[in-house]
Each structure stands twice: as C-alpha cells, then as structure tokens.
C-alpha cells in the first residue's frame, strides 16, 4: 500500500510524484491554507479587472497625461512630447500591461494549486510573487484595484507563513534516500 501525501507530509518528505494515468487523491490542506489559495485566486481575478478597468478609463488617463506633459518646463534644446505619441504609448502600455496581468494570474493560479498541494516551492515562488506584486502594482502603477489585490496577497501569503500550517510545507532533506 503507497503512503498518502498527508502521511509522507508527517515524515518530512515531499508529496508523492504523480505519473500520467495515475489517479489523483484528493487533496485536504489545511483551512488556512485552503482560505489562502482562495484568496490568491480572487486577487488574481482582481488585477485582471484592474487592468480592464484602466482600459476603460483609457481617454481620461491620456489626457492626464497630456496636461502633465503640457506642464512640464523643457530645456532649450528639448522637443514637446506630442499627443497622439502619448496617446499611443499609453494605449499600447495598458493592453501591454492587461496581457501581462492574465499571465500573471495564471501564475498566480498555477502556483497557489501547487502550494495547495502542500509543495513548498510554490510556497517560496508565491511569496517572490508577493514582493514583484506589491512593489509593481503599490509602488508603479497603482489603482483601487492593483491596492485590493495587493492586500489580498499580502494576507494569503501570511496565512500560509503561519507556524501552524508549517508541517504541511515539508522542509526536504539534502541527503538522498
């Protein structure tokens, strides 16, 4: 009879690998955990509708821009940005940055069923995910809703750094079996 990931949890190792064909145990983490990878999923559902959210506000950010650039004092030998240049640059930075935020929740997605799994590794890549995602959407390019998801991960991430669900995140040893 094989070991449950629960029982091979218990003795330090990692869960199992599982082959093509196998059928997959359910899976039963802990509630913290469990809360967790939910709130990962939702964030990552919110820097989508973020980016979405910017797209449809696109003319009134263009036109901030606009006022902000028409402000600006400009050395003798410089050039004004002109308009339409700054209406394409940020048209093309928001659909750029809407990509960049469905492959980023999908990492989001990818990583917190991982860690749900109890692998420790995608525990340690949700938490580097965490840092680029709060210096990203708090300190780079920030609305109501990249500060939403921002504290969503900061308390998914905290929840799964918990002394209680840290046997479910098996430390593995450096000597081979």
């Known amino acids: 009879m094989t070991e449950t990931d629960d029982e091979r949890r218990s003795k330090g190792l990692p869960p199992a690998p599982?082959?093509?064909g196998d059928d997959v145990a359910p899976v039963t983490p802990p509630k913290l955990v469990a809360v967790s990878f939910w709130l990962w999923i939702v964030a990552g559902v919110v820097l989508?509708?973020?980016q979405v959210y910017s797209i449809s506000v696109k003319q009134q950010i263009i036109d901030e821009l606009i006022k902000a650039n028409a402000e600006v004092k400009l050395?003798?030998?410089q050039k004004p940005i002109a308009p339409d240049m700054i209406a394409s640059g940020t048209s093309t930075l928001l659909w750029v940055l809407l990509v960049g935020s469905v492959v980023f929740a999908?990492?989001?997605g990818l990583f917190a069923y991982k860690m749900r799994e109890g692998?420790?590794?995608a525990?340690?890549?949700l938490?580097?995910?965490t840092v680029i995602t709060v210096a990203f959407q708090l300190v780079i390019f920030?609305?109501?809703f990249s500060i939403a998801a921002a504290v969503l991960i900061v308390v998914a991430i905290s929840l799964i750094h918990l002394p209680s669900v840290a046997g479910y995140f098996p430390k593995v040893g450096r000597k081979l079996p």
């Open 18 to 20: 599982r082959f093509s």
């Open 48 to 50: 989508i509708g973020g």
């Open 75 to 77: 050395k003798p030998d």
């Open 106 to 108: 999908m990492l989001i």
């Open 119 to 121: 692998t420790r590794s």
């Open 123 to 125: 525990r340690t890549v």
């Open 127 to 129: 938490t580097v995910l």
């Open 142 to 144: 920030y609305n109501l």
